[in-house]
């Protein structure tokens, strides 16, 4: 068997109640003044004060940058850092979706290495652990509470900067589905199938192992029971409380493993039309997949049968067609819009495509699919979805 590597947060607190834990868990890690990062919209959705109340009340400090821009971008990060120093953080509190938690990520190993952001993008690339940061999400979703992965946007070259390091991961997260109610329902569409992206690209990858196979199986088999009636019904806890689960497994599996073409192919969209990340994955995810099938037939149909899409005497072929025709029904059950409904001219979109292709490379997730793309394949596939 080939030698891998698993990387996890020290401490995950899964469940009702755990964004309760956050001050022993600060505690533990030594912070006294603490740093909480988060966006402006759940600043006015009181969350983090809620958050600075627990801490205080523990005796520590807190002060809040909430100002993380979806896709949170370096200047985020600068601006974040400058305020640790400022009121000399020791530690730092993430509370927010992935854009927060990435944030968080950066401004963290940024406390405590000489570089700027650009110098750590890649595959360890960061010098030095980062200060301790306990991560909160809110959205199920990203997964990043759990993943050595921070995407940031480096706003001179408009590239989404991706940086895979284990000085990146949260050193403890507290996995709380309660915090995921008020999500919108575009938003819990969004999230809940790059949730699934992350499932299935950490299973059908090139650097798939034992240990991530049996996760991301997992988080598929959680998404197919969960995901239409978290969107359905908000208030629905099981199905929160599964989402939950599957986004925080999803995010380790692909962590351990890797991301494939879709997300390779996402994230130019998302850095030059500014699409929500979860929105960019899923107009792609039935096309890749469709083009996908053959270089993995067998792990597909595992996860069409997974997913509940197949049964277990079909075929492999017959299993992977259902599959197909079961993500492009989700995401017309979901409400998502083809690439061309989104605001995006086709004039623009063609003439960004040979870019996008050549940044979706350089990114080396597009490497780790099951079947690799030519240029020309992948501005089919890019074409295919608008
Ligand atoms: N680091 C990783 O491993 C990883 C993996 C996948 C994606 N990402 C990154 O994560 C970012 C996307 O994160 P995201 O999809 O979680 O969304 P997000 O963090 O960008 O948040 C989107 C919006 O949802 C709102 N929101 C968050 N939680 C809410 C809640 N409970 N109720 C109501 N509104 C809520 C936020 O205030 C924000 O306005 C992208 O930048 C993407 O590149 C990172
Ligand atoms: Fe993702």
Redesign the pocket.
Known sequence: MALYRINIPASLFIGAGAVERVSPQAARLGMKRVLIVSDPAMVQSGRPGQVVDLLNAAGLEAVVYGHVQPDPTDQNVHEGLHMLREHRCDGLVAIGG?SSIDAAKGIAVMATNTGDLPDYMGYDKIPRAGLPLIAIPTTAG?GSEVTKVAIITDTQRDVKMMMLDPHLLPTAALVDYTLTFTMPKPLTAHVGV?TL??AIEAYVSRKANPMTDVIALSAVRLVGQHLRAAWEQPDNAPAREGMMLAATQGGMAFSNSS?CLV?GM?RPIGALFHLP??LS?AVLLPAVTRFSLSGAPERYAKVARTLGVAGETESVAAAGRKLIDALERLNADLGIPRLSACNIPHDRFEAALENMTADAFASGSPQNNPRVPTPEEMMALYREAY
């Open positions: 992935g990203t790059d992206t992350h991301v997300h996402s990340h979860g994955n």
